[in-house]
């Protein structure tokens, strides 16, 4: 993995959140027992505390499923010189999945997204420290997930990286009709469809078959004549 994305709380339709101190003590521990590690850290939160105590022990990005929308938490990220990924939310966790609707998802992501990325510039937060994710699975039904990744590089603002994250989803079990421990092989499919639309970040939980994938489809890229 050239990323690592560490969450405390659970982001799944239906979770419960997680309390303050529940989070701060479930995190805290992991990051302080890979202060050595090689590889930058990702925190996925959307707590303004958790984002100061995360930075102050080193992480090297925040992932808000909020992008930033809680009081407070574009602050705690401008105040510092991290990574943000800023990731599109109908609704919240607990109630995301009960009636998403939209007249066009592409549009209404790419739109949301842009005016996060003003937002965070207002903020002092630049351009070269964001990354855009559509948020699969986030207030979104098969339907609407399936548009986004048929028209991921279209949910790109002005050039920015955008991180694509479908591993072992629900979209992939409605697909394939598999529980959530038999869907690595749709997993990998996702991720290379991800990457031939651009995106440029692949959140995934089976690394070593994800980039075995990326490899080859590389290697047949770059034999291709030009």
């Known amino acids: 993995a050239d990323l690592i994305d560490l ?38 939160t959307y707590k303004p505390e958790v984002m100061r105590a995360a930075l102050a022990q080193g992480a090297a990005m925040i992932n808000d499923i909020f992008a930033l929308r809680r009081p407070g938490a574009l602050e705690a990220v401008a105040a510092s010189d991290c990574a943000v990924c800023l990731m599109h939310m109908q609704g919240e966790p607990l109630t995301m999945q009960q009636h998403p609707e939209y007249a066009d998802v592409v549009g209404e992501v790419r739109d949301f997204l842009a005016g996060r990325v003003a937002a965070a510039g207002a903020a002092g937060i630049a351009r070269d420290r964001l990354v855009l994710d559509p948020g699969f699975g986030f207030g979104k039904t098969l339907d609407h997930n399936l548009a986004l990744l048929a028209r991921l590089d279209e949910t790109a603002c002005a050039g920015l990286p955008v991180l694509a994250g479908m591993s072992r989803k629900s979209m992939l079990g409605a697909i394939t009709g598999r529980p959530v421990g038999e869907r690595l092989g749709a997993s990998v499919a996702a991720a290379l469809l991800a990457a031939a639309r651009g995106a440029r970040i692949l959140r995934v939980h089976d690394v070593a078959e994800t980039r075995d994938a990326l490899s080859v489809w590389q290697a047949v890229a770059a034999a291709r004549p030009a």
């Open 7 to 44: 969450g405390a709380e659970s982001s799944r339709p239906g979770a419960i959140p997680a309390t303050l101190d529940e989070e701060i003590a479930r995190l805290l521990p992991v990051l302080e027992a890979l202060a050595d590690c090689p590889v930058p850290i990702s925190v996925d």
